[in-house]
């Protein structure tokens, strides 16, 4: 079964506003990584996040972590058309060697 | 660079037909896996391989086998393709051993459709 769910499946902003991206998982994990995906395409890998860290910033990228409850966000801030993909957040748990992905959220951005 | 690559890019069989999945990484990446990407679903693991000589079965491995030929190719056999499999496959490669701890580099998936 899915490990990750990805909160919303859909969301359309203008440009230049920020994006957020929530993701919840359902057992303890190593790290979690989130991916984009352009359409038919395959996915590129954006920021990984390990357990022991609560905050971490790429570029206009900030994801967040919350052991606690589960879940990550995702935000992208002032965003470009160029950003319109899907989003995907992927956990690692355990020695398996494993990731287990989320639905996905598709972002539109409008010029 | 070319990274991850997968042949073909599309593929229609016939239900009971057999092919195989082709993919190749040049970047000297010890582990290779194997998802499918169904719409609603996200990405399922078929199969993995943490080094060459090894594979181990991921979340959906049934109607699948697969050969890890050498370092740098990891192929998917369908033996008898079921309308079921009619999905994208993605393969992907990581370098450090295993995926947990490390960004995993995918090709541009196989469109497979099976009527």
């Known amino acids: 079964s899915q490990q990750g769910e990805e909160d919303p499946q859909a969301l359309s902003i203008q440009e230049g506003e920020n994006a957020t991206m929530n993701c919840s998982y359902k057992t303890s994990i190593n790290n979690l990584q989130w991916y984009r995906q352009n359409s038919g395409r395959g996915l590129v890998h954006l920021i990984l996040?390990?357990?022991?860290?609560r905050e971490k910033h790429s570029g206009r990228l900030r994801v967040t972590l919350d052991t606690s409850k589960k879940s990550s966000s995702l935000l992208i801030t002032a965003s470009r058309a160029a950003d319109t993909a899907s989003y995907f957040c992927?956990?690692?748990?355990?020695?398996?060697?494993?990731?287990?992905f989320g639905q996905g959220t598709t972002l539109q951005v409008k010029p | 660079n070319a990274g991850v690559t997968q042949t073909p890019k599309f593929q229609v069989l016939k239900t009971g037909q057999s092919m195989t999945l082709q993919c190749a990484q040049d970047?000297?990446?010890?582990?290779m896996y194997w998802y499918r990407q169904d719409p609603g679903m996200g990405l399922r693991l078929i199969y993995y391989s943490a080094s060459e000589g090894t594979t181990d079965k991921g979340e959906v491995p049934n109607g699948y086998n697969v050969s890890r030929l050498n370092k740098r190719e990891f192929s998917l056999r369908l033996e008898s393709a079921a309308p079921s499999q009619t999905s994208v496959y993605f393969c992907?490669?990581?370098?450090?051993?295993?995926?947990?701890?490390?960004?995993?580099?995918f090709g541009n998936g196989t469109r497979l459709t099976v009527t």
């Open positions: 992927a956990s690692g748990s355990g020695n398996t060697g494993k990731l287990i």
């Open positions: 992907a490669s990581t370098g450090q051993g295993s995926s947990y701890n490390s960004p995993l580099h």
């Open positions: 996040i390990r357990s022991n860290e």
């Open positions: 970047m000297n990446h010890n582990s």
